[in-house]
């Protein structure tokens, strides 16, 4: 998308049509910017746009660890035009446990990413949107996502896309002031086709965003994200085993697909 894109054409448009349209009011027209686009055409733009496994590290709450860097794409991969691969295996000899809480023994070694840049909603930068294209697994012990989380502090986090072991997608928010969590949950028909998933990310007040939340391009729920304002978020995928998806996961290979991936913004 081009900077001579603008948002959310004038004060007083109509907000639940807005909403539709992945649109909320603004008080005054905004420059449109793309942050991230493209990102999967070569190596090259995948590493100047994206980190290999987590933020963190190579472990989080399922039962694989992340592997993957620009001399190991075993289970980080590109393939035909624009496609990012992620490759679970299961492995047959003890590694010990994650070292993240719950702590589950590793069966698997897989694939994440994260992006460069981080999302951050704010004064300058009141609206986001983050969307992208995804064949994504569905079996049994198998925790595809693509999602944001607090860069520094936990919460905020808000889940595009979360598939635990069946076909139905989690986009899920923290609502980070009262604690908890906002649930908008969608049986996908066939989700290792192609999916298009999609969160519209506003500044409501000082502290608070709302998120809407779409599937193939039709809006299907909107969350609070209370006190998201000011702090910076990760774009993460990867692709985690068992943990909330259940056990045991498969014994053969399993690929989660990304194409398409783009973060664009306004600025105020």
Do not use: C
Not at 45 to 56: F, H, S
């Amino acid at each position: 998308m081009a900077l001579t894109r603008r948002t959310f054409l004038a004060a007083g448009a109509a907000g639940a049509a807005g909403a539709a349209l992945g649109r909320v009011p603004s008080a005054r027209a905004a420059a449109w910017e793309t942050v991230i686009s493209g990102s999967f055409a070569s190596y090259s733009t995948l590493e100047a746009a994206w980190n290999y496994r987590y933020p963190w590290g190579a472990d989080h709450n399922g039962s694989a660890r992340m592997y993957g860097s620009p001399s190991d794409h075993n289970h980080v991969y590109l393939e035909g035009s624009g496609v990012l691969v992620l490759k679970a295996t299961r492995i047959s000899w003890d590694e010990g446990n994650s070292s993240a809480d719950p702590h589950l023994p590793i069966r698997y070694h897989s694939g994440a990413v994260h992006a460069r840049e981080h999302v951050l909603v704010n004064d300058q930068f009141p609206n986001w949107e983050v969307k992208g294209r995804f064949q994504a697994p569905s079996a049994r012990g198998t925790w595809p996502a693509f999602w944001l989380t607090g860069a520094d502090s936990w919460p905020p986090e808000s889940d595009i896309l979360e598939y635990k072991g069946d076909t139905r997608n989690w986009f899920n928010t923290y609502r980070n002031a009262s604690g908890g969590w906002s649930n908008t949950i969608v049986d996908v028909s066939n989700p290792g086709a192609w999916h298009e998933y999609r969160a519209w990310i506003a500044k409501v007040n000082a502290t608070d965003v709302d998120i809407h939340y779409y599937l193939d391009g039709t809006w299907v729920g909107q969350h609070r994200g209370a006190g998201f304002v000011g702090h910076p978020m990760w774009i993460i995928i990867n692709l985690q085993m068992e943990g909330s998806s259940g056990s045991p996961g498969p014994t053969s290979d399993t690929y989660f697909r990304a194409r398409d991936i783009y973060v664009g913004r306004s600025r105020a």
